[in-house]
C-alpha cells in the first residue's frame, strides 16, 4: 500500500533545507512541502512562547495542505515546542523531530564525550543532554550556544572569511577541549560542516544528523506503509518572508527551476 501524499518539512529558515535534501536523495518518489519561516528568524533567540506559536500556526498550514508526516526541521521547535507540534498534527499525521533519532543512536555507539553547538534557546532547553542520557547515563555530553552562525549562514555569508572566524571562536572554547565528536544541533550548521571539520583538523566526529533523521522517517512511514509509489515527485517551498540566500541554497539542492510562494501565517 503507498501514500502518495506529501512530506512536510519546516524551519526557521533555509537550515531545513539540509534534510529536505537528504528526504529528497533518500526517498526520490517522495512529493515535500517546505515552509521556511524567515519573517520570524533566528528562533534561537525568541521565547518559548513565541516559537510554539509560530510552530503550530506552520504545523497547522502543512495540515492543511495534507502532509501524512511533518519533520520539525528545527531543533530549536524540537526543544521548546514538540508536543505543541504534535497536538496541532493530530494523530493522523506522523511528526518527527530531529533530535530524538539522533539522541538514541549516539548514546549506544562507542563515545565518550559528545559537543553539541546549537541556538540558545535548544542549549537552554537541555535537550540533547537530557535525550542523550535517558539512553545512556555515562556518556559526557557538553552543550555550547552559538547564536551567531545562524545569521552567518541566512546573510549568505557561509564558507567566508566571516563564517571561519565566527567558528574557529567559537570552537576553541574550554567547554569543547577533549571532546571525541560534536552535535551540530541546529540545522543551519551542516551548511558550515567542511568548515567546522577543517577547524577540528578531522579529529572530530561530526553527527551526520540529516542522515540519522531521514532513515528513522523512512523506517517510520514503512512500518505505517505510508511510503509513496513511484511517481514524478514535487516539491513546494513557501517562505513566511522572500529572501535571496533561500532561493540560493535551494537552488543547489533541488535545481534551477524550482519556485517559491511567500506565505505569512499571522
Known amino acids: 500500500m503507498n501514500d502518495n501524499r506529501p512530506i512536510g518539512v519546516f524551519d526557521s529558515g533555509v537550515g531545513g533545507l539540509t534534510f529536505a535534501k537528504e528526504i529528497k536523495r533518500l526517498l526520490p518518489y517522495e512529493n515535500i512541502i517546505y515552509f521556511g519561516d524567515t519573517q520570524h528568524l533566528p528562533y534561537g533567540e525568541k521565547s518559548k512562547e513565541a516559537i510554539t506559536r509560530f510552530s503550530v500556526d506552520i504545523t497547522r498550514f502543512l495540515k492543511q495542505k495534507d502532509c501524512k508526516a511533518i519533520v520539525v526541521a528545527c531543533n530549536t521547535a524540537t526543544s521548546n515546542s514538540i508536543d505543541a ?4 498534527a493530530g494523530d493522523a499525521i506522523l511528526v518527527i523531530d530531529v533530535i530524538s533519532p539522533v539522541a538514541e543512536k549516539v548514546a549506544y555507539e562507542l563515545r565518550e564525550r559528545i559537543g553539541v553547538i546549537a541556538t540558545k534557546a535548544t542549549i537552554n532547553s537541555g535537550a540533547y543532554k537530557k535525550s542523550i542520557r535517558k539512553y545512556n547515563k555515562h556518556v559526557k555530553v557538553v552543550e555550547l550556544a552559538t547564536p551567531l552562525l545562524v545569521p552567518v549562514i541566512e ?4 564558507n567566508t572569511p566571516i563564517s571561519k572566524a ?11 577541549e577533549g571532546i571525541d565528536s560534536i552535535i551540530l544541533g541546529c540545522t543551519h550548521y551542516p551548511l558550515l560542516q567542511k568548515e567546522i571539520e577543517q577547524v577540528f583538523e578531522g579529529k572530530v566526529d561530526i553527527i551526520n544528523s540529516p542522515l540519522i533523521v531521514v532513515n528513522q522517517v523512512i523506517y517510520q512511514l ?26 540560493k541554497v535551494a537552488k543547489r539542492f533541488f535545481g534551477k527551476d524550482i519556485q517559491l510562494t511567500e506565505k505569512r501565517l499571522n
Open 85 to 88: 507540534i504534535k497536538e496541532a
Open 155 to 158: 546573510e549568505g555569508f557561509a
Open 166 to 176: 565566527v567558528l574557529e571562536t567559537y570552537l576553541a572554547n574550554k567547554k569543547l
Open 222 to 247: 514503512g512500518r505505517e506503509e505510508k511510503l509513496a509509489g513511484k511517481q514524478i515527485p514535487t516539491y513546494e517551498f513557501y517562505l513566511s518572508d522572500y529572501t535571496d540566500n533561500f532561493l
